[in-house]
């Protein structure tokens, strides 16, 4: 079993609508929370990050961490044509972070 | 802005050649690492160095070394690159202050030959 299970997609929605990317993860020790985003033959960015259960608000975007039941989730609100891109979920604990394999999302107008 | 660069967008090679990868960063960052991401397996911890001059092998350090003779600059070397180590490299420095974040270079695209 994977230590970050995430679901690879694609996943297409029209612009405007609600995006709800996921990961399951498994090692209760993890402390760090993350999203990053990555066009394609890009580089990931940091979108969002949080250490703690509960949600964080930025803009369109809501990271959601549910340690209970190791449960990571990411909100995009609103969706663009410009959301479209791979979200690579990470997660882990000091200078050692484990990612998922990516949701590829395709915005279409 | 983090700004983390890597020598090449694109490589081409052929098997049995010596490979070098470099990243370089500009915000005093301890910690920078290697990566390979492939398909369906997402990305891959290679090397990590913590100081200069110091490395720890990731998950898949078999067919690579790592040099870091300065703090900004962490190289990536493939001794004799072979047609399995094709794949996009990235290239991450970490921000050890408050965020325990990595920022990620653009990557270079290796394809061996």
């Known amino acids: 079993q994977k230590e970050v299970e995430q679901d690879p997609g694609p996943l297409s929605v029209p612009e405007g609508a609600i995006v709800s990317l996921n990961c399951t993860y498994s090692n209760s020790a993890f402390q760090y929370f993350m999203w990053y985003r990555q066009y394609s033959r890009k580089g990931p960015e940091l979108l969002m990050y949080t250490y703690s259960s509960g949600n964080k608000e930025d803009g369109r975007f809501t990271a959601q961490v549910d340690k209970s039941s190791k449960y990571i989730s990411l909100f995009i609100r609103d969706s663009q044509p410009s959301d479209s891109a791979t979200y690579l979920c990470?997660?882990?604990?000091?200078?050692?972070?484990?990612f998922g394999t990516g949701t590829r999302l395709q915005v279409t107008l | 802005d983090v700004k983390v660069t890597q020598s090449s967008r694109y490589l081409v090679k052929r098997t049995g050649e010596k490979v070098f990868l470099e990243c370089v960063q500009d915000?005093?960052?301890?910690?920078m690492f290697w990566y390979r991401q492939d398909p369906g397996l997402g990305l891959r911890l290679i090397y990590f160095s913590y100081d200069v001059k110091m490395k720890e092998k990731g998950d898949i350090p078999e067919g690579y070394s790592v040099s870091r003779e300065k703090k900004e600059r962490f190289s990536l070397i493939l001794e004799s690159a072979s047609t399995n180590q094709t794949s996009m490299y990235l290239c991450?420095?970490?921000?050890?202050?408050?965020?325990?974040?990595?920022?990620f270079g653009p990557g270079t695209r290796l394809t061996v030959l």
């Open positions: 991450a420095s970490e921000d050890r202050g408050n965020t325990d974040t990595q920022y």
């Open positions: 915000m005093d960052h301890e910690n």
């Open positions: 990470a997660t882990g604990t000091a200078s050692k972070l484990t």
